[in-house]
Nanobody
Framework: QVQLVESGGGSVQAGGSVRLSCAASGFTVSRSSMGWFRQAPGKEREGVVGINGYGSTSYLDSVKGRFTISKDNAKNTLYLQMNSLKPEDTAMYYC????????????????????WGQGTQVTVSS
């Protein structure tokens, strides 16, 4: 059974940093496509960053240079390091996975992912 459990959210001041974790079970992170999404109140869910099974990534333009996605294969965990946070980064952040998918392209659309975590809130104050 596939499970994704996010952690690491919280409240931070603008300019600060937060690291989100997504502990995966039931599949192997290293050979799967995964992504981080966020959804602010009244807005659509948007793809923040995707990573495929080969380690290629695709970032939302507004987070390039500030956010970094990574996989820890030994821990079967996905991370999102978020630096230089802005109030507009405030949202519920979700981890998503398409297990055992080895493709050359990098998915970042919600319908490309089958499994989702429960979300973790990140609030950035000015």
């Amino acid at each position: 059974q596939v499970q994704l459990v996010e952690s690491g959210g919280g409240s931070v001041q603008a300019g600060g940093s937060v690291r989100l974790s997504c502990a995966a079970s039931g599949f192997t992170v290293s050979r799967s496509s995964m992504g981080w999404f966020r959804q602010a109140p009244g807005k659509e869910r948007e793809g923040v960053v995707g990573i495929n099974g080969y380690g290629s990534t695709s970032y939302l333009d507004s987070v390039k240079g500030r956010f970094t996605i990574s996989k820890d294969n030994a821990k079967n965990t996905l991370y999102l390091q978020m630096n230089s946070l802005k109030p507009e980064d405030t949202a519920m952040y979700y981890c998503a996975a398409q297990p055992d998918q080895l493709v050359s392209w990098v998915p970042r659309q919600p319908n490309a992912f089958r499994n989702w975590g429960q979300g973790t809130q990140v609030t950035v104050s000015s």
